[in-house]
């Protein structure tokens, strides 16, 4: 990527600042007590923990987490390899570009809100083939599948991704357990949406840019499933919109700290007692920043609406049901084109 080209650059009002505020930032929750073999035995401290995920889910959306379980070694692992594999020759990384046909695998052409990305991508699935339906349009039951496309180099690419994913599922479903607790429902009540997963995991690398004031690494957005866990390495550049205000506000890197933001799927779930929130990354002109999100998403059979056990007269239900896989398909299947209107968008199913 050389010079700016007129198809990165964001319209003024989406522009970074440059000069960002370093504001007090999202929560850091210590995740130490529930890790231990006698966590059974600290009920307080459970307790304690599932009140900083609550608070932390309605004031923010977003909240880092340490002591999280996730072994140092795997995240390296993934970290040393999506190096090598970004630093291949652009020919060589485009014989696992995705397309129309399977949307898996290399992309350095993705747009957000319309706006070019200043990044490339390696997107993989957790579960392998993934099923989903063929077409976003609802008449249709076909299903189909998608699968994995891995690179030739570098070789241990395949087992570091792999591996890692297996690592991070374990800390996504505990958080998902907190997250049911918050709400005041069983820990294991969202487990089931997750069996036939469609959970996919990314390897960003945004590379410097000449001018980093028009161009962002992803442009503002909110994540579409249920939860992420990101991986970012010492770089920075992540912006969360903070729901006070709506100012932008730096997420800068923690020493092996994870962090969580809620996705659409949760706001739906949760009738909107937490919400997800708008998120971008801003590039920079010197150097490199890699980072890894872990998108937790459900089923594609899964029906996204309010829980049950949230609702009542007072509190009817803000959305009509959607099916997560005819979502999801839509959107995945539009980045390939440039879109004259925003993509579908959980607002789409608000009552
Ligand atoms: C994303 C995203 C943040 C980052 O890929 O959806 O928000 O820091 N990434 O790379
Ligand atoms: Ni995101």
């Known amino acids: 990527m050389g010079e700016v080209d007129p198809a990165f650059i964001q319209h003024p009002e989406h522009r970074p600042k440059l000069s960002i505020i370093e504001a007090e930032g999202i929560p850091l929750i210590d995740l130490s007590a529930i890790n231990s073999p006698n966590s059974i035995s600290d009920p307080e401290a459970m307790e304690r923990i599932v009140r900083e995920v609550g608070n932390a889910c309605k004031e923010w959306g977003f909240f880092q987490v340490i002591n999280h379980g996730v072994s140092s070694d795997k995240l390296q692992k993934i970290e040393a390899s999506a190096k090598k594999f970004f630093a291949l020759p652009l020919e060589e990384k485009r014989k696992i570009r995705r397309d129309l046909n399977n949307v898996l695998g290399y992309f350095d052409t993705e747009n957000t809100k319309n706006i070019r990305d200043w990044k490339e991508v390696f997107d993989f699935d957790v579960e392998d083939p993934t099923l989903v339906p063929a077409s976003p349009d609802p008449e249709d039951d076909e299903e189909t599948e998608w699968t994995n496309q891995w690179p030739k180099y570098p070789p241990e690419m395949r087992e570091a991704c792999q591996e890692y994913a297996r690592e991070v599922e374990k800390l996504a479903l505990k958080l998902m357990g907190l997250i049911a607790l918050s709400l005041g429902l069983p820990e294991d009540r969202f487990k089931g949406y997750f069996k036939d997963q469609t959970t996919r995991i990314r390897l960003n690398h945004y590379p410097p840019c000449p001018s980093p004031e028009l161009a962002l690494g992803v442009g503002r957005h909110k994540d579409g499933g249920a939860l992420t866990v990101?991986?970012?390495?010492?770089?920075?550049?992540?912006?969360?919109?903070?729901?006070?205000?709506?100012?932008?506000?730096?997420?800068?890197?923690?020493?092996?700290?994870?962090?969580?933001?809620?996705?659409?799927?949760?706001?739906?779930?949760?009738?909107?007692?937490?919400?997800?929130?708008?998120?971008?990354?801003?590039?920079?002109?010197?150097?490199?920043?890699?980072?890894?999100?872990?998108?937790?998403?459900?089923?594609?059979?899964?029906?996204?609406?309010?829980?049950?056990?949230?609702?009542?007269?007072?509190?009817?239900?803000?959305?009509?049901?959607?099916?997560?896989?005819?979502?999801?398909?839509?959107?995945?299947?539009?980045?390939?084109?440039?879109?004259?209107?925003?993509?579908?968008?959980?607002?789409?199913?608000?009552?």
């Open 230 to 351: 990101l991986a970012q390495d010492d770089v920075g550049g992540l912006e969360v919109k903070r729901k006070t205000d709506g100012e932008w506000v730096s997420v800068n890197p923690t020493p092996n700290a994870y962090i969580i933001n809620l996705g659409d799927t949760l706001q739906v779930w949760s009738n909107e007692r937490y919400e997800s929130t708008e998120h971008r990354v801003m590039v920079n002109s010197e150097k490199e920043r890699f980072s890894i999100p872990y998108f937790l998403e459900p089923a594609h059979y899964t029906i996204i609406k309010p829980l049950e056990e949230l609702i009542n007269e007072q509190n009817p239900a803000k959305y009509r049901p959607y099916s997560w896989g005819k979502f999801t398909t839509h959107r995945k299947l539009s980045n390939f084109k440039k879109l004259n209107v925003e993509n579908i968008q959980i607002h789409d199913f608000r009552i």
